[in-house]
């Protein structure tokens, strides 16, 4: 019997929502953590969890992190298990963008390269990877060598991109 591949997955957690029993969204990410470890997904690396400042309209500040897993799911699958893990935390779909949530986990990569599907929610490389902060530093620091298979950039590279940004933006506000 043919054995099934096995897969590591990027992936970015988030949360700025407390959550009853748990606690504060940090404690929320530690707590993701230890539930991505299931049957058929092993936690192979985590980052630390940081604090961000929020994205869009929301007050709320993040606690933010990443994780590599590894796994025989595919991509449509694996995201099945995320967002069963994400409504046992308590998520509910509103239909907005940037709401309080108490977790919310985004494929970032995978040792796959490219994967698109007609379902919006499921594009890998994310799409918005590269221009967020909050995953790429976590990301970084767990997954430095891994490559962007669109344009061929280490997340590191691109962590090092957004951060001079930032300077840039920096300096010139204070001019």
Do not use: C
């Amino acid at each position: 019997m043919p054995v099934a591949p096995e897969y590591l997955y990027l992936l970015a957690l988030g949360s700025n929502r407390r959550h009853p029993l748990i606690g504060g969204p940090e404690r929320v990410i530690a707590h993701a953590f230890d539930a991505l470890e299931m049957s058929d997904i092993s936690l192979f690396d985590r980052s630390s969890i940081l604090r961000s400042l929020p994205l869009g309209p929301s007050l709320r500040r993040y606690a933010n992190a990443a994780a590599i897993i590894v796994t025989t799911l595919s991509p449509p699958q694996l995201l099945y298990r995320i967002k069963s893990l994400e409504h046992h935390f308590g998520r509910r779909d509103s239909g907005q963008k940037w709401r309080a949530r108490v977790l919310d986990i985004d494929i970032i990569l995978w040792s796959g390269g490219i994967w698109s599907s007609d379902h919006p929610a499921l594009i890998i490389p994310h799409p918005e990877m590269q221009s967020r902060r909050f995953v790429l530093q976590p990301s970084a620091e767990i997954a430095a060598n891994w490559r962007d298979p669109i344009g061929g950039l280490q997340i590191k590279h691109h962590f090092q991109r957004i951060n001079r940004a930032k300077r840039v933006d920096r300096r010139a506000a204070a001019n």
